[in-house]
């Protein structure tokens, strides 16, 4: 009986009854009409409850859900429902999803023929990554008459964990094969470095480097050849992701460590896929979650463990502590990108004798954050004081990343400045620069 639910039509029914009874104390006439109502309320109460309960497998459900939840993208879950009543039903889904969706009404009605399946979707779109627990998935059934309903309940205590982002790792993988090409020749562009790994001698054609001509191959074939050379490959690239205090900041739910995790996961996809080396460091007073940069199948799966369950701690980052430990557990030059966020130039300059320490032995970019709130400020035209003394504090602010990047060009530090939003295709643009340039 505890799967019986008695519904608000079967209560309305019983105020209808007792109006009648009230009438019926004024017209007489009305007792026998009022008495029949309620036997007849009473017995469409019990053939509904026979036709709904007399079936032990009236609905079969199932939750169809995916192996893990992609941080920060919509994550489809799917419901397969089908009706084994000889009639038609009216169903109420309500599935127990996990609390750190604070979804509390959730809901989803469907009308189900005799016989027929049924497949529902909805999304979820998780914030934060860990475990998500499911509850119950409840399936509740009617009949046209709408009295009683009966609970099904299926799927109890399903956990999902919730990795970094790899839903648009193919994305990112077309956008750096077709950044690819255009660097192959056919479209002309500048480079400022020059790859130094060797491919093959080929036949002189128009716009080759006059510089890469190979004179003794020339002399054998009497014909103009030149080496030519490709991306350097088996490249060591460390992502080193700051987890202190200021990594915290959220913007559209998402924190700025969630956004470098993120970047990271399809930042290294990449960097596999262009046979490069890819390795991985967190950081706030110690250095934690080390991987180091390797290109064998399974590294990206390594990533992803280390980065699972990564929490800011809200220390201050120790950057002295980070330095050294570069020094002595990264002896190869070797590309670091670092994830965090200054906010003033001051900030800077207390860790800018680390950074400069660390860009002596490698090629340093400093991956920073624009704040989405102190643009739209900047945007927006003021209509009054306050909004004035708004936009200059905005525009205040503005200038002091700008400060902070002419700051670590002067030492050779290559710089990110961008919007969360934004961070995976600038990370990735970043890295296919570099290695255009060959200037690792």
């Avoid at 399903?158 to 956008?175: D, G, T």
């Amino acid at each position: 009986m505890k799967n019986l639910f008695l519904n608000t039509r079967f209560f309305a029914a019983l105020l209808g009854v007792g109006i009648c009874y009230v009438l019926a104390f004024f017209f007489p006439v009305l007792m026998g009409f009022a008495h029949a109502l309620l036997i007849g309320v009473f017995i469409a109460a019990c053939v509904e409850f026979m036709f709904l309960f007399t079936n032990r497998s009236g609905i079969q459900a199932q939750r169809i859900l995916p192996e893990k939840l992609s941080n920060g993208d919509s994550n489809s879950v799917k419901i397969d429902l089908k009706n084994n009543y000889d009639f038609r039903i009216k169903t109420k889904i309500i599935d127990e999803i996990p609390y750190q969706f604070q979804e509390r009404n959730f809901l989803i009605r469907r009308d189900i023929s005799s016989g027929h399946h049924v497949f529902l979707e909805y999304f979820l779109q998780p914030k934060e990554r860990g475990e998500y627990s499911f509850g119950s998935l409840h399936i509740f059934a009617e009949s046209g008459l709408g009295f009683v309903s009966r609970r099904f309940s299926f799927q109890k205590n399903a956990v999902l964990p919730s990795y970094p982002s790899f839903v648009h790792l193919r994305k990112y993988e077309l956008m750096a094969l077709q950044n690819e090409f255009l660097l192959g020749g056919v479209k002309k562009i500048r480079q400022l470095g020059h790859t130094m790994e060797f491919e093959q001698i080929k036949e002189y054609v128009p716009g080759d480097d006059v510089r890469t001509i190979n004179w003794r191959a020339t002399s054998k074939r009497s014909q103009l050849m030149v080496n030519q050379f490709q991306d350097e490959k088996s490249q060591r690239v460390y992502m080193l992701i700051d987890k202190g205090r200021t990594m915290q900041m959220p913007f559209n739910g998402v924190s700025l460590l969630d956004y470098s995790i993120n970047a990271a996961m399809a930042l290294s996809h990449i960097i596999l896929k262009k046979n490069d080396r890819a390795g991985l460091m967190t950081f706030a007073k110690n250095t934690e979650n080390k991987v180091a940069a390797d290109s064998k199948p399974g590294q990206l799966r390594k990533i992803s463990e280390a980065l699972y369950n990564v929490q800011t701690n809200f220390d201050e980052s120790d950057y002295s502590r980070l330095y050294q430990d570069l020094k002595f557990s990264v002896a190869q030059r070797s590309l670091i990108l670092l994830f965090s966020n200054f906010e003033t130039l001051d900030a800077l300059n207390r860790q800018i004798k680390y950074l400069r320490g660390i860009a002596r032995n490698h090629l340093v970019v400093l991956i920073f954050f624009k704040n989405a709130e102190l643009q739209q400020l900047i945007q927006h035209d003021p209509e009054n004081m306050q909004e004035i003394y708004d936009e200059i504090l905005a525009e205040k602010f503005e200038y002091e990343k700008r400060l902070i990047i002419q700051e670590l060009k002067k030492y050779g530090i290559y710089t990110v400045y961008t919007l969360p939003e934004n961070l995976n295709v600038e990370v990735i643009n970043k890295y296919l620069e570099i290695k255009a340039r060959g200037i690792l």
